[in-house]
């Protein structure tokens, strides 16, 4: 960073993590991809009989986790299945947490190796 207030960052920095974060930090769009977890390729019927609101409001919240990747959907006929794309959580894990907890992880597995020796 070079603290140069002219300078963006956001081409470099964001993308595809941020629609991510943004779409998993409400409880109602991390609900609706519970139940595609447990179920997946569920029609909008079947998502909002669960929901408190709307039908619009399911189909607005479905299109924040479409824009995010975390749901893609098929027509099959007159319907919408959606289903859950678990690959942007992925590389959230892998770029934000797993970077973070690989030291603990490695002392705990030299300190088991340590242990175990004669």
Known sequence: MTCD???TYCRCVSGDDDLVF??????????????LFERDGQTLTALEEGAEMTRFGVMKHLKALEEAGLVTTRKVGREKHHFL?????RLIHDRWIDKFTEPQARA????KHQL???
């Open 116 to 118: 175990e020796q004669p």
């Open 5 to 7: 207030l002219l300078v």
């Open 108 to 111: 705990l597995a030299d300190l």
């Open 22 to 35: 943004k779409a998993l930090a409400d409880p109602t769009r991390r609900r609706l991809l519970d139940r």
């Open 85 to 89: 794309n678990v690959v942007p959580i």
